[in-house]
């Protein structure tokens, strides 16, 4: 059974940086093809994808936020970190991470997300 | 980027109806096109990908079309659990990302 759950502070301070772990289970990260997006969506808003890792650690990242961004994988085979640095209200979403599958790259599933709030 | 436009952004339908959502690239993407279903507080779902394909466990009246830089979800006969909100994502060029559209919302007339 494929799962993915993200872990992480629900509340940052502006200029924070946030770190968020997404833990993953019923596939490998070192699977040929497979990989893990990070996507957020302000609350009432649409979804804005934010960064990718694949299996040979090939990663892209939002022309908008590219500055702000890594990805990475985690000592544990089965996490990806993302870290979003100087971190602003605006910035305040449910952030999600996803598995990548297939040789078309569309996201097969999604982890439950979870709200970070940006606030002094 | 890759930037995606789906068009309506809002849609008022009825139980029954058949309903095309469009979406538009900016540059061509051959059929790298993906759509999900999103419905209030849950994470999207898959219903179709490569432009044609529907995933596994997504009911037939579900369908998409298109190549190139235009595409289309149809829903033939809505029913009350279709009412959601429908993203389309390219993800043609690894490298520059994976865009998603807008949204368009789909709401009970």
């Known amino acids: 059974q494929v799962t993915l759950k993200e872990s992480g502070p629900v509340l940052v301070k502006p200029t924070e940086t946030l770190t968020l772990t997404c833990t993953v289970s019923?596939?490998?990260?070192?699977?040929?093809?497979?990989?893990v997006s990070w996507i957020r969506q302000p609350p009432g808003k649409a979804l804005e994808w934010l960064a990718h890792?694949?299996?040979?650690?090939?990663?892209s990242f939002s022309t908008s936020l590219k500055s702000r961004l890594t990805v990475s994988k985690g000592t544990s085979k089965s996490q990806v970190v993302l870290t979003m640095a100087n971190m602003d209200p605006v910035d305040t979403a449910t952030y999600y991470c996803?598995?990548?599958?297939?040789?078309?790259?569309?996201?097969?599933?999604w982890g439950q997300g979870t709200l970070v709030t940006v606030s002094s | 980027d890759i930037q995606m436009t789906q068009s309506p952004s809002s849609l008022s339908a009825s139980v029954g109806d058949r309903v095309t959502i469009t979406c538009r690239a900016s540059?061509?993407?051959?059929?790298?096109l993906n759509w999900y279903q999103q419905k209030p507080g849950k994470a999207p779902k898959l219903l179709i990908y490569a432009a044609s394909s529907l995933q596994s466990g997504v009911p037939s009246r579900f369908s998409g079309s298109g190549s190139g830089t235009d595409f289309t979800l149809t829903i033939r006969s809505l029913q009350p659990e279709d009412f959601a909100t429908y993203y389309c994502q390219q993800t043609y060029s690894t490298p520059l990302g994976h865009t998603f559209g807008q949204g368009t919302k789909l709401e009970i007339k």
């Open positions: 540059q061509t993407i051959s059929t790298y």
């Open positions: 890792i694949f299996s040979n650690d090939g990663k």
């Open positions: 019923g596939f490998s990260l070192s699977n040929a093809r497979m990989g």
């Open positions: 996803a598995r990548i599958s297939g040789v078309t790259g569309e996201i097969d599933y």
